[in-house]
């Protein structure tokens, strides 16, 4: 149908005359643009040192572990690198010794009690100001 036709269909022509045109009222478009807020300037912040310490934790990890399997396997590319044989033979040994020193310095019931709960205490305060420090928005 074209807009003649329109016109010519009386109940077309009915509800054009019947229904009157949409128009916004005389200060709609001060209103509207009262009522938009501004957003406010997003300014870049530096990210704060423990934020990259916090993600680089899990990379840090693994490269660990990756070097204990490096460093205990005899493999000929990392001859340079004390083998199982070392590690088992000498570090062991070695890691006895120490371990039985601490052990001996350490035997009075209120000096290790005393460590654990201070060592605990330490690490636990420690742990929570890594993860719950908040930056200030």
């Not at 040994?93 to 601490?102: Q, S």
């Not at 201070?118 to 742990?127: K, R, T, Y």
């Amino acid at each position: 149908m074209e807009n003649d036709e329109y016109l010519k269909d009386d109940f077309l022509r009915e509800l054009i005359q019947r229904s009157p045109l949409d128009s916004p009222s005389d200060d709609f478009v001060e209103r509207v643009m009262a009522n938009i807020n501004l957003s406010p300037e997003v300014v870049a912040v530096r990210k704060p040192l423990y934020l990259h310490l916090k993600s680089a934790v899990p990379y840090a990890v693994l490269a660990l572990v990756v070097f204990i399997v490096l460093a205990t396997s005899d493999l000929p590319v990392f001859n340079w690198i004390p083998g199982k044989d070392y590690l088992i033979g000498n570090m062991l040994t070695y890691l006895g010794t120490l371990f039985t020193i601490f052990k001996s310095a350490f035997a009075a019931r209120y000096v290790s009690w005393v460590l654990l709960i201070s060592i605990s205490a330490g690490v636990l305060f420690f742990i929570d100001g890594l993860f719950s420090r908040r930056t200030s928005a």
